[in-house]
Nanobody, 121 residues
Framework: QVQLVESGGGLVQPGGALRLACAAS????????IGWFRQTPGKEREGVSC????????YYAAFVKGRFTFSKANAENTVFLQMDSLKPEDTAVYYC??????????????WGKGTLVTVSS
């Protein structure tokens, strides 16, 4: 019943842009802490961005700050990750996740299956 579905991944050239979407079913995203994570083979999953279920505070990892923007479309129960100025090192499977708790950490309750982003010439 509870489901998160990512979309928008694909192949893009360095310096290009992609907009990822995460649609929720079975619960209301606006009442949850929501995070974007990414994982590359051989590396641990890392946090990219997060909006806490508190006062709507938004956090960004240092490696994406100034390039990525986390936004919400509450009426559509969907969140977005606008990714600009993409670099080859951004290549990864991107996941969205959620928890009713108010803290941004890796211990999320709900996870999507991920969408692949490949940045290459």
């Amino acid at each position: 019943q509870v489901q998160l579905v990512e979309s928008g991944g694909g192949l893009v050239q360095p310096g290009g842009a992609l907009r990822l979407a995460c649609a929720a079913s079975g619960f209301t995203l606006d009442r949850h802490t929501i995070g974007w994570f990414r994982q590359t083979p051989g590396k641990e999953r890392e946090g990219v961005s997060c909006i806490s279920n508190n006062e709507g505070n938004t956090y960004y990892a240092a490696f994406v700050k100034g390039r990525f923007t986390f936004s919400k479309a509450n009426a559509e129960n969907t969140v977005f990750l606008q990714m600009d100025s993409l670099k080859p090192e951004d290549t990864a499977v991107y996941y969205c996740a959620a928890t009713p708790r108010e803290v941004c950490d890796p211990w999320m309750d709900y996870w999507g299956k991920g969408t692949l982003v490949t940045v290459s010439s």
